[in-house]
Nanobody, 123 residues
Framework: QVHLVESGGGLVQAGGSLRLSCAAS????????MGWFRQGPGKEREFVAA???????????DYADSVKGRFTISRDNAKNTVYLQMNSLKPEDTAVYYC?????????????WGQGTQVTVSS
C-alpha cells in the first residue's frame, strides 16, 4: 500500500518562507514522478511543481509559472521524501498543498495523494 504524508504547512507573513515535506511509504519511489498541487479557496486544484527520476542522480523538474523563481522542489530518495521550499510567499499562495505521486507522469488524475497541508500567507 502506498501512502503519502505531508507536513510543514502553517501561517506566515507575505515574503516569508516555508518548507513542505512529503514522506512516501509502501514502495521505492526513485523513478516515480512526485510533486505538489494546491487548491485555494474557491479555486480549482492547480499544478505547482514536480520531479521525476531519469537516472540514479538525474531528475526532471517542472514548475508552474506562478511559482518559478520562488519555489524549489527536491527529493531524498533514501528517505522516500519530496520537499517543496517556498520562498517569497505571497497571499495568493494561500491554499491546501497536496503531495502526489505517479509511476509515470504526474497529473491531477495521478493515483496517489497526501492528505494535504494548509499554507496561509497573510498580508
Amino acid at each position: 500500500q502506498v501512502h503519502l504524508v505531508e507536513s510543514g504547512g502553517g501561517l506566515v507573513q507575505a515574503g516569508g518562507s516555508l518548507r513542505l515535506s512529503c514522506a512516501a511509504s509502501g514502495g521505492t519511489f526513485t523513478t516515480w514522478a512526485m510533486g505538489w498541487f494546491r487548491q485555494g479557496p474557491g479555486k480549482e486544484r492547480e499544478f505547482v511543481a514536480a520531479t521525476r527520476g531519469i537516472g540514479r542522480t538525474t531528475y526532471y523538474v517542472d514548475y508552474a509559472d506562478s511559482v518559478k523563481g520562488r519555489f524549489t522542489i527536491s527529493r531524498d530518495n533514501a528517505k522516500n521524501t519530496v520537499y517543496l521550499q517556498m520562498n517569497s510567499l505571497k497571499p495568493e499562495d494561500t491554499a491546501v498543498y497536496y503531495c502526489a505521486a505517479d509511476r509515470r507522469v504526474l497529473t491531477a488524475s495521478s493515483d496517489y495523494w497526501g492528505q494535504g497541508t494548509q499554507v496561509t500567507v497573510s498580508s
